[in-house]
């Protein structure tokens, strides 16, 4: 099992940056990707950022050059860092861990506001 504990939403104004960050705890050893997803209200969870564990990373084209995905082996830490944000942007971002393409391990999501 893998537990995800998310950090770092709140509200932001258009032109902002925010930095979300991803506890992992449990059998890291058996993560093989990670990942950043979101929900706005109404529709479906799409995928934001993901990285592999050999350190790819492939990103939404809504967020390429505004969003970096990074992962701190050291600490168990998944990071979104989030600049430019646009009021689009505006969802429940989820942590997400686990095997390609999509991890069976889901955190309880942190919301992200932007105002414009």
């Known amino acids: 099992q893998v537990q995800l504990v998310e950090s770092g939403g709140g509200l932001v104004q258009a032109g902002g940056s925010l930095r979300l960050s991803c506890a992992a705890s449990?059998?890291?050893?058996?993560?093989?990707?990670m990942g950043w997803y979101r929900q706005a209200p109404g529709k479906q969870r799409d995928v934001v950022a993901r990285?592999?564990?050999?350190?790819?990373?492939i990103y939404a084209d809504s967020v390429k050059g505004r969003f970096t995905i990074a992962r701190d082996n050291a600490k168990n830490t998944l990071y979104l860092q989030m600049n430019s944000l646009k009021p689009e942007d505006t969802a429940v971002y989820y942590c997400n861990a686990g095997d390609w393409p999509v991890g069976r391990y889901w955190g309880q999501g942190t919301q992200v506001t932007v105002s414009s």
């Open positions: 990285i592999m564990s050999g350190g790819t990373k």
């Open positions: 449990g059998s890291i050893f058996s993560i093989n990707v």
